[in-house]
Structures are given as structure tokens and as C-alpha cells.
């Protein structure tokens, strides 16, 4: 018994010695003259020879009660432990291994995607997105919804992927986030943390500054490739230093809105804000970078909106990407399955590698020693003798004035 421990916390021990001694001076002073019930009597000789009752024996017990629990308490608030050493026998070798500083060694078969595609979705917030369309799937009765609610549903189903909407999914593919209407915004940069990504999506919601309002959609694909390009060149340091690295095969954006190239009339002297479509087209071929574009505004359509979709469609196709037109939630479906269909590469990493996980036990902290809290028992204790003395002082000793 000689290994047992006692340990306190010192501000426990501090905090208790202050609250008693702050106890004790206002008992001394504060306290009242004794003036107890008693009797004047001549002779108390007679009294004396009396038997005691039980009552007169027990009396102050309540007032123990009280002294008692105070002491319970504050040893309470000094939080002791008690380190108690476990026995081990000689013949319980499993017991006495337990006891010792162990390891335990497992081979786990674990996925690490160390290659793939790279993919930014590109997606108008402006004030227009707020307008309603005709949502319905197959499976799903029709219901009225925003376009920017259409599109976070079928951008959240690309990424995680969806059987039943022929989607299979970016388990090993890095995909980022990037909303845009006067500027663009990097909200996630290129990640495998594919829930993050679609946490964010979540919250993804037009703008509603006026000050915001904009459709830079050539300065949305300029400052994304400038990203991508950023991200592939620091990709290939790392390959260099011989580090662990994501193998970048190829760099997608696939940009969506429902609109025209409408830079804000407040970037007038901000060429890079104004930069065309066809302009930042260019620089993203240069990157190596394909380009999808999808415009869910139908009104595109119309012969006299006919050269900007002509100006969308070529930027989209001088890249190696393509421009798509969608005109309700069935389109937009079926754009996103085109586009996940096309989007596939043969060189993944996928490898299952074996890691080796181990567990280490320290006998110190875990194997040669319990551990008690008597912070709960020392309260228990301290309650019940305060219940005690209440139920003696309302009861069998109550007091009569």
C-alpha cells in the first residue's frame, strides 16, 4: 500500500484554503453572543441525578453535521485523486503483460488518391439567380425553385456522385469552389476534402449588396486559371523535392450562369475586371486548361443575343471544352452527366496501400496505476450530512422558541 498517491489540484487547494479562511473571520466577526435557551433554577442537583433522553444526547449533532460537510466541501474543491497500483500475479501472464509498456501493430488497406483531375466550379451569384424555374428528376414530383438552388442540388450530386442520376462521383479528383458576379471569390480552393466543399455550397447564396452586382464572367475565368496555374506549379516543386504530392493529370473549369458578359459600370477604369471572354479563354488554353460553360438563361437563345453565345461558345471550344445551353433542371441534369461522362482520366492512383497503424501503451499512465476521483464522493458525502442535519433540525430536534 506503500505506492498509493494522493494527488490535489493546486488551485483547488488554494481556492479551498481562501474560501475557509474567509469563513473563519466572518464567523469571528460575526458571531453572536451564545444565547441558548435556559432556565434559572436554585438548586440543580435534581436536574443533574435525571436520566439524559436521547434528544439531549443527540443535540448537537446537527451542528456536527454542518461543520463536517463545510470540511467535506472544501476538500471537495481541491480535486484529489488517488493513484491506486494494480496488483498483478506471476501466473496471470496475460494480466501482467497488460501491465507492462506494450505496442500493437496492425496492416490496414487504405485508399490514397495521389492522382487525378482538377476541377472549379465557377458559379453566378448575382441577383438574378434568385429567379424561380421548374425543378424536377426523375423520381420527383415538380416543384418551384431558384436557379441557384438547382444548380448547388446538381453541383453537390456531381461531386459526391448519385447512381440514380448517373453520376459518379470525384472520390479522387481535387475540386474547388468559386463564386462570381461583379468579382469572383475563391470560397474553397482545389481540395480532396469533398465535404467541405459542398458545406460551403450549402451556403452559397446570391448576392445582396447592390454594390456586388455584376457578371464578370471573363475576369471569373481569368483569376481562376491564374489559381490553377499557381496550384499546378507548386504541385511540381513538391514532385521535385521528392515530397508527397497530388499528381494534377489534367484542370477543368466548368463555369455556370444565366447571364451576359456584364462587368459592373463602376469597373470602367479596371481593364482586368473587364477583360472579354474570349480573352481569358486564351489564357486558360495557355494554362492547359479546359472550359465548360453552361448558361441557363434560355433567353441566349434569341437571334439578337445571338453574338454572345456565339462569343461563349467559342471561348468554351478554344480550350477543348464545350458550351451548353440549358433551359430547365432536366437540361442542367443532363449537361452535368455529359460533363462527368467526358471528364475521366485512366491514370488514377488508385492503389490501395497497406499502412502500418500501431498502438502504444504506457504503462506510467494506463497499466500500473487506477485511478479515483473523490471529487464526487467527498460532494455525495458533504450532501447528505447537510440533508441529515436539516431533517434533525425539522424534526425530532426542532426548536421551539
Same mark, same amino acid.
Given at each position: 500500500?506503500?505506492?498509493?498517491?494522493?494527488?490535489?489540484?493546486? #488551485?483547488?487547494?488554494?481556492?479551498?484554503?481562501?474560501?475557509?479562511?474567509?469563513?473563519?473571520?466572518?464567523?469571528?466577526?460575526?458571531?453572536?453572543?451564545?444565547?441558548?435557551?435556559?432556565?434559572?433554577?436554585?438548586?440543580?442537583?435534581?436536574?443533574?441525578?435525571?436520566?439524559?433522553? #436521547?434528544?439531549?444526547?443527540?443535540?448537537?449533532?446537527? /451542528?456536527?453535521?454542518?461543520?463536517?460537510?463545510?470540511?467535506?466541501?472544501?476538500?471537495?474543491?481541491?480535486?484529489?485523486?488517488?493513484?491506486?497500483?494494480?496488483?498483478?500475479?506471476?501466473?496471470?501472464?496475460?494480466?501482467?503483460?497488460?501491465?507492462?509498456?506494450?505496442? %500493437?501493430?496492425?496492416?490496414?488497406?487504405?485508399?490514397?488518391? /495521389?492522382?487525378?483531375?482538377?476541377?472549379?466550379?465557377?458559379?453566378?451569384?448575382?441577383?438574378?439567380?434568385?429567379?424561380?424555374?421548374?425543378?424536377?428528376?426523375?423520381?420527383?414530383?415538380?416543384?418551384?425553385?431558384?436557379?441557384?438552388?438547382? &444548380?448547388?442540388?446538381?453541383?453537390?450530386?456531381?461531386?459526391?456522385?448519385?447512381?440514380?442520376?448517373?453520376?459518379?462521383?470525384? %472520390?479522387?479528383?481535387?475540386?474547388?469552389?468559386?463564386?462570381?458576379?461583379?468579382?469572383?471569390?475563391?470560397?474553397?480552393?482545389?481540395?480532396?476534402?469533398?465535404?467541405?466543399?459542398?458545406?460551403?455550397?450549402?451556403?452559397?447564396?446570391?448576392?445582396?449588396?447592390?454594390?456586388?452586382?455584376?457578371?464578370?464572367?471573363?475576369?471569373?475565368?481569368?483569376?481562376?486559371?491564374?489559381?490553377?496555374?499557381?496550384?499546378?506549379?507548386?504541385?511540381?516543386?513538391? %514532385?521535385?523535392?521528392?515530397?508527397?504530392?497530388?499528381?494534377?493529370?489534367?484542370?477543368?473549369?466548368?463555369?455556370?450562369?444565366?447571364?451576359?458578359?456584364?462587368?459592373?459600370?463602376?469597373?470602367?477604369?479596371?481593364?482586368?475586371?473587364?477583360?472579354?471572354?474570349?480573352?481569358?479563354?486564351?489564357?486558360?488554353?495557355?494554362?492547359?486548361?479546359?472550359?465548360?460553360?453552361?448558361?441557363?438563361?434560355?433567353?441566349?437563345?434569341?437571334?439578337?443575343?445571338?453574338?454572345?453565345?456565339?462569343?461563349?461558345?467559342?471561348?468554351?471550344?478554344?480550350?477543348?471544352?464545350?458550351?451548353? &445551353? +440549358?433551359?430547365?433542371?432536366?437540361?442542367?441534369?443532363?449537361?452535368?452527366?455529359?460533363?462527368?461522362?467526358?471528364?475521366?482520366?485512366?491514370?488514377?492512383? /488508385?492503389?490501395?496501400?497497406?499502412?502500418?497503424?500501431?498502438?502504444?501503451?504506457?504503462?506510467?499512465?494506463?497499466? %500500473?496505476?487506477?485511478?479515483?476521483?473523490?471529487?464526487?464522493?467527498?460532494?455525495?458525502? +458533504?450532501?447528505? &450530512?447537510?440533508?441529515?442535519?436539516?431533517?434533525?433540525?425539522?424534526?425530532?430536534?426542532?426548536?421551539?422558541?
Amino acid at each position: 500500500m506503500q505506492n498509493i498517491h494522493l494527488q490535489i489540484s493546486q #488551485w483547488g487547494l488554494l481556492f479551498g484554503l481562501l474560501v475557509l479562511s474567509s469563513t473563519l473571520f466572518l464567523y469571528w466577526r460575526y458571531r453572536k453572543n451564545n444565547n441558548s435557551p435556559s432556565i434559572l433554577y436554585s438548586d440543580t442537583d435534581a436536574i443533574e441525578s435525571l436520566e439524559k433522553s #436521547w434528544r439531549i444526547q443527540i443535540i448537537s449533532m446537527p /451542528t456536527w453535521c454542518k461543520k463536517i460537510a463545510f470540511i467535506l466541501f472544501i476538500l471537495a474543491l481541491c480535486d484529489p485523486v488517488l493513484q491506486i497500483p494494480i496488483q498483478k500475479g506471476n501466473s496471470n501472464l496475460a494480466e501482467e503483460n497488460s501491465t507492462a509498456p506494450s505496442s %500493437q501493430k496492425g496492416m490496414e488497406n487504405t485508399h490514397i488518391p /495521389t492522382e487525378g483531375l482538377a476541377i472549379y466550379f465557377i458559379l453566378d451569384q448575382s441577383g438574378s439567380m434568385r429567379e424561380e424555374i421548374d425543378f424536377s428528376i426523375q423520381g420527383l414530383r415538380s416543384k418551384r425553385v431558384t436557379r441557384i438552388d438547382a &444548380l448547388k442540388f446538381f453541383t453537390s450530386q456531381f461531386i459526391s456522385g448519385n447512381k440514380e442520376l448517373g453520376l459518379k462521383g470525384r %472520390q479522387d479528383d481535387l475540386v474547388g469552389l468559386v463564386a462570381f458576379a461583379r468579382i469572383p471569390k475563391i470560397i474553397t480552393p482545389l481540395t480532396l476534402d469533398h465535404e467541405e466543399v459542398k458545406r460551403q455550397l450549402h451556403t452559397f447564396a446570391p448576392v445582396s449588396n447592390p454594390i456586388e452586382e455584376g457578371t464578370a464572367i471573363g475576369y471569373a475565368i481569368y483569376k481562376t486559371a491564374h489559381t490553377i496555374a499557381a496550384t499546378e506549379h507548386f504541385s511540381r516543386e513538391l %514532385q521535385g523535392e521528392d515530397k508527397p504530392a497530388y499528381d494534377i493529370k489534367s484542370t477543368v473549369m466548368v463555369l455556370v450562369t444565366d447571364g451576359l458578359q456584364n462587368p459592373s459600370s463602376e469597373d470602367l477604369d479596371h481593364p482586368l475586371r473587364r477583360i472579354r471572354v474570349e480573352e481569358a479563354a486564351e489564357f486558360a488554353k495557355e494554362k492547359g486548361i479546359k472550359l465548360y460553360i453552361i448558361n441557363i438563361q434560355p433567353a441566349i437563345d434569341f437571334p439578337n443575343l445571338r453574338a454572345e453565345r456565339d462569343s461563349q461558345k467559342q471561348s468554351a471550344e478554344l480550350t477543348g471544352g464545350k458550351f451548353f &445551353l +440549358a433551359s430547365d433542371t432536366q437540361s442542367l441534369h443532363r449537361i452535368y452527366r455529359v460533363i462527368d461522362g467526358l471528364e475521366r482520366t485512366k491514370h488514377y492512383g /488508385t492503389n490501395k496501400y497497406q499502412v502500418t497503424v500501431e498502438e502504444s501503451v504506457s504503462a506510467v499512465d494506463k497499466g %500500473q496505476h487506477t485511478e479515483i476521483f473523490l471529487y464526487t464522493y467527498l460532494t455525495v458525502a +458533504a450532501m447528505l &450530512l447537510l440533508l441529515i442535519a436539516i431533517l434533525l433540525e425539522t424534526t425530532l430536534l426542532k426548536r421551539v422558541p
